[in-house]
């Protein structure tokens, strides 16, 4: 099962840290909806300095990251 | 090409060249004409257009500063051209005004919002140590709030009109700059004859560099308090990077224009009062934590559409009018016939520094959702 964090409309660094929480309980793959390019950039810069993979996808104007080991 | 202009500015090197960028521009604008040791200060520059527009007669600091409306404008033409201009707002914007309100008065007892203390620090004013500490003693209290659960819920996008709200308020303000009108005998647009609020550099230079800062540092997410809130909550150095390099690099400019004066007492506007150079800086970094921006932040992202951030900008300007017209801000120090007068705030400032500090825990303590136990 993966786990999954909504953290569209809140501002940083919320999405962070939800997306680190989620990273240290997790169940792989991680995905974590943000809507703003700030979340985007900041949740990928934490995941990627812990070592994770990061892919992204944008939905509209939401993004879907997904964070694999 | 846009795309690689984006990752350019997320990179390390990014967030350095944008803190070393402003920390070149503000002893320039020192240089050009802007008071000294505050080339940029968002909250002072803030408190004189409060001053112009009457909403504080503090008839030594009141100016309309352009470069605060550079800062908004600036962003929000990085984020038209990036396609980020995103209009939303609705997460609890009156908690916002008052964390604005009282983020101002803290700031202006110590005399400075967080860009300022940097700037003192790079010209010599050693009173900007304990307003640094104050700050970080500030930011770590909101971070532990953070990690206990606290947040002001989320926003939502809204219609495109409310985003223009802002950059429309700047325009209007630059057209008070520029035609000067009296609105009745006496009375606003006020402009200082004398003091910080008259001295200033140039319109177009100040208005120019303004807009450069406001579209580097939406590109680059430069925040003050961030960059020390990521290092404590992350201990991610990203954004505390491109505030290194904004003090290190300002430093070498003030050398280069002879601006560098090392002291501790009698600094350009400011005071040597240990005890409230901290607290005053204590309240302001809490605050700012709990608003999720410094005040140049909370200008960048409300030029790209964020309707929270512009309610914490009119706070800020709301709580200069209340500290000057209720006597809150923070006296000089002043030396008359080679005696020193140690400045500071009257006991008005020093309780508004206190009520705010119990207001800014009261709303950590009580606006937090609940977290499971053991996290």
């Known amino acids: 099962m993966s786990e999954k964090v909504d953290a569209r409309g809140l501002s940083c660094p919320q999405p962070v840290i939800m997306a680190q929480k989620a990273i240290s309980g997790a169940d792989f793959p991680v995905e974590v909806m943000v809507d703003t390019v700030t979340s985007r950039e900041n949740v990928r810069r934490m995941a990627e300095h812990l070592g994770y993979k990061v892919t992204v996808e944008q939905q509209g104007d939401e993004f879907r990251l997904v964070i694999t080991k | ?375």
């Open chain 2, 1 to 375: 090409m846009l795309d690689r202009i984006t990752k350019f500015f997320a990179s390390r090197w990014g967030i350095i060249s944008v803190g070393a960028v402003i920390g070149i521009l503000g002893p320039t604008l020192q240089k050009l004409g802007n008071p000294k040791n505050m080339g940029i200060c968002v909250a002072c520059f803030e408190r004189d257009i409060a001053g112009a527009l009457g909403l504080h007669r503090a008839g030594v600091v009141q100016y309309i500063r352009p470069e605060i409306i550079g800062f908004v404008l600036g962003a929000t033409i990085a984020a038209l051209i990036f396609r980020e201009f995103k209009a939303r707002a609705g997460s609890a914007p009156i908690v916002r005004f008052l964390l604005g309100a009282f983020a101002m008065i803290g700031a202006l007892v110590f005399l400075g919002c967080p860009w300022r203390a940097s700037f003192r620090l790079a010209g010599g004013d050693m009173t900007a140590i304990p307003g640094i500490i104050g700050l970080v003693i500030g930011i770590a209290i909101g971070v532990w709030f953070l990690r206990s659960g606290y947040n002001l819920g989320r926003s939502q996008k809204t219609y495109p009109a409310v985003g223009w709200i802002m950059p429309a308020l700047m325009v209007g303000l630059l057209l008070l700059l520029l035609f000067r009108p009296v609105f009745s005998e006496g009375g606003p647009i006020f402009f200082s004859e004398s003091g910080p609020g008259s001295q200033h550099a140039s319109i177009l230079i100040s208005l120019g560099i303004g807009l450069l800062i406001g579209f580097l540092a939406q590109r680059s997410r430069f925040c003050t308090m961030g960059a020390v809130r990521d290092v404590i909550l992350m201990k991610d150095f990203h954004l505390a990077s491109g505030l290194l390099a904004l003090i290190v690099v300002a430093f070498l400019t003030n050398l280069v224009y002879g601006q560098f004066q090392l002291g501790y007492v009698a600094q350009p506007v400011a005071h040597s009062n240990l005890l409230w150079n901290v607290l005053g800086m204590v309240l302001a970094g809490l605050a700012y934590a709990l608003a999720g921006g410094c005040p140049g932040r909370q200008l960048f992202l409300s030029g790209e559409g964020d309707g929270d951030s512009a309610i914490f900008v009119l706070g800020m300007i709301v709580g200069a009018g209340f500290a000057h017209n209720f006597n809150l801000a923070s006296k000089t120090d002043m030396i008359a016939d080679g005696v020193l007068t140690v400045g500071g705030p009257s006991q008005f400032g020093m309780a508004a520094v206190i009520l705010g500090l119990v207001v800014c825990v009261v709303i950590g303590f009580t606006m937090r959702e609940k977290v499971a136990k053991g996290e």
